[in-house]
């Protein structure tokens, strides 16, 4: 009995052995995956080749190295397994080569250009250079045709005539054909523009800041020393002025330029300066004041009356019409115009004959003229003062009242009908007599 089962037990495992070697000598006639369809592509073979043409080929979907996977499949159904990070393009960049063969794609050219992996990212230039105009760009991961070098192979061009940077590629093959682009220049040879050559000006030496006089203000130029001669400039406040001359008075300034500028509207007086040998003659009609007489009025007096002197004196008179008018007077030159200023003269008439009187009055309890008279400088005013002439008859009214200053005589005249209708000119009646006389 124990023979029997030992037989048994020994066809059965014989059974085992011989069932399991027919299913593995199966396995090996049918192949791995028999059952499961397998795609025929290389499995080197590269899924984002880019044939770097204008076209949109460029629009592939470049992955970050992140984002890569371990395989991908383009348009025409090549897969090659992509790295994870771009430190290993290097390595598979041999690997890629040896399998464009298998994958099916032909250059444009007559010849199939090598590939080569893009190991960074990297523009692309009209020529080998980075001086060149920029044409594109390509990411890492990309692979590319390159189809020759510059000399020294620092720079390889694509398919697209379009170059690229060694640095940003992987290793090229070594045999590409040699592309000299300035000893053999092309209708696609980028434009050279070769700048003029500049001859550098020297810098000016520095000169020493300006330490002479400056416009204190906005500050007139003329032609001449004075007021009276026309404008020909204006200089801005702080603006140097270089000062060569002045006039007999010193109170004009001479420019280098030719123009004159009031000494007063400088912050500095430039020291001891010549009198200017050229200066332009005083303009015809020119005036350095502007007189104004106004509000002239006849009284009837018929008594004595006080009135001041020049010194403020009240003096007793008799007075049988008096005549007033008052005058103002501006300074259009830099030339002081001093105390004492009073009408230089009244002409006195009756319609036939015309005198002359030169004594004016002022009124009772005035103050001495000479101090309220200061016309210093340009464009200064005098204040009103007012002045009589005492001397009229019962037919008599004035004519005229001029001012004389420094040769420029000021006068004003009036008419008969001025004084009756506006001046308060009428007949004071018989003239009584002077206690006095």
Known sequence: MRRLLLAVAAVSIVCIVLIGGVSMMSA????????????????????????DEFSSTHDLT???????????????????????????????????????????????????????????DAFLYAGPDFGYERTGSLKAGNAVRVQACNPGCTWFRLDSNRWIPGEALGDPAVDLPVVDVEATPTAAAPAVFIWPTVTPTPLPTPTAAWSGPRAKEYTILRRGPGTIYERVGVVAPGAPLHVIAQNQAGDWYQLENGAWVAAFLLDKRPGELPVAVHIPPRPADARRLAVTFSSPWYACIQSVSAFANDEGENVQQWVYRSFRVTMTIENLDTTPVLPLYRPTRWIITDGVVDSVETVSWRAKDSRPAAHRQSILSYQDV????????????????????????????????????????????????????????
């Open 28 to 51: 090996f006639w049918a192949g791995p995956g028999a059952n499961t369809p397998q795609s025929t592509a290389n499995p080197l073979t590269p899924t984002n080749i880019v044939a």
């Open 62 to 120: 470049l992955l970050e190295p992140s984002e890569i996977t371990s395989t991908e499949a383009d348009s025409t159904g090549i897969t090659y397994p992509l790295m994870e990070n771009v430190s290993n393009a290097a390595d598979l960049a041999s690997d890629i080569e040896q399998s464009i063969g298998s994958a099916g794609v032909v250059s444009s050219n007559s010849e199939v250009a090598p590939f080569v992996v893009v190991l960074q």
């Open 382 to 437: 005098s204040h009103p003062e007012t002045w009589y002439v005492l001397s009229l008859q019962r037919e008599q009214w004035v004519k005229a009242v001029e001012f004389e200053w420094n040769g420029e005589v000021h006068r004003v005249e009036y008419s008969p009908d001025e004084a009756r209708n506006q001046q308060n000119y009428r007949d004071c009646g018989p003239s009584r007599s002077d206690p006095n006389g």
